[in-house]
């Protein structure tokens, strides 16, 4: 069913590899917290002052057509609110439509209300494959940002992250 406990209370273990709960629900191994609920941006390094609103919510979606995971949060306050999402490395070399068109639309819903989709690429994956991908977003309107609007100094440009956004 997709759905995961992070309780590794080996008690209720099957197997080594998979952990089975009565709720019916699988153990991958994979520890998956949850943010506080009461996270502010200024609590990942964005100035008290100048922050854009706190982080609002969290996201978190499986692409099971494409195989992919995408994980982010909503950030800023009324028309100006914006989602971030992190693709990893292997994002490259997957499947994205459907769920870059599932992003889209997650933007436009009463409960997000997002202006801008921002996704966030690894920076670690092969080079080749990146240049080929960002054309790819490159043609469906995104473009090259940097987190000026969101950071008060520099640096405003990621070691870890190439940032790339657009209006929706």
Known sequence: M????????????????????DGGSYDSGIGLPSPPPGALAVDYGFPQHQQRGQVGQWIEVWDYVGGARFRGFVAGDGDDKAMFVFFDAEATVRDLKPGLMA???LCGLDDFECARLNVCLDRKAPAEDMRGFMKDLGWIGFEPITLAEWAEKPPIVSDAWVFLGMEV
């Open 2 to 21: 997709g759905m995961y406990n992070t309780n590794n209370d080996d008690s209720t273990a099957m197997d080594d590899d998979v952990k089975r709960f």
């Open 103 to 105: 992003l889209i639309e």
